[in-house]
T-cell receptor
């Protein structure tokens, strides 16, 4: 199956700093990637839809200036948590759909997630 | 808004037993998908069932879909300790991203 690589898997940072998380599709082109946030023992909360070559679409309640998303190529999307605070500590997961699949209905391929801890 | 709702929230069984998880949703769908997540890891796609399908099998997995009741079930037969994970259903509707349920945490005791 398709492989999505997410890096870093764990990051610890000081409050006020910015952290960048990368999501790469290794063997397919992903015109659309999705960023989720997951709290312990909870479901995935969709944060934003990342579209190659255009602005991301953010879900209601997600601060676009806080969570910067860039999708500069068909294989790479990045999420930058700016001026991180302890409440931003969470598990962030990206996913992608193979560009050949139906835009919304096909299966998603997930990265392994990034655990962010803000001190 | 959250669409799928899994039931039960947690399930503990002995190895060799069958595990059944249910998912209910609210609106019409194109398909319903089940994913598995090991603790602290990403999700892995298990199976997709289209709205015009009623049952689908994949190895030890059996998924049913009842669109009249807006519900689906995932059956894992002859469970193994390695099946211990969280299982999520996700629904695909129109031109919106997948919406995930809250998940069922399955513990298989050896």
């Amino acid at each position: 199956g398709a492989v999505v690589s997410q890096h870093p898997s764990r990051v610890i940072c000081k409050s006020g700093t910015s952290v960048k998380i990368e999501c790469r599709s290794l063997d397919f082109q992903a015109t659309t990637m999705f960023w989720y946030r997951q709290f312990p023992k909870k479901s995935l909360m969709l944060m934003a839809t990342s579209n190659e070559g255009s602005k991301a679409t953010y879900e209601q309640g997600v601060e676009k200036d806080k969570f910067l998303i860039n999708h500069a190529s068909l294989t790479l999307s990045t999420l930058t948590v700016t001026s991180a605070h302890p409440e931003d500590s969470s598990f962030y997961i990206c996913s992608a759909r193979d560009g050949g699949s139906s835009a919304w209905a096909g299966e998603l391929f997930f990265g392994e997630g990034s655990r962010l801890t803000v001190l | 808004s959250q669409q799928g709702e899994e039931d039960p929230q947690a399930l503990s069984i002995q190895e060799g037993e069958n595990a059944t998880m249910n998912c209910s949703y609210k609106t019409s769908i194109n398909n319903l998908q089940w994913y598995r997540q090991n603790s602290g890891r990403g999700l892995v796609h298990l199976i997709l069932i289209r709205s015009n399908e009623r049952e689908k099998h994949s190895g030890r997995l059996r998924v049913t879909l009842d669109t009249s009741k807006k519900s689906s079930s995932l059956l894992i037969t002859a469970s193994r300790a390695a099946d211990t994970a969280s299982y999520f259903c996700a629904t695909a509707s129109g031109n919106t991203p997948l919406v995930f349920g809250k998940g069922t945490r399955l513990s298989v005791i050896a």
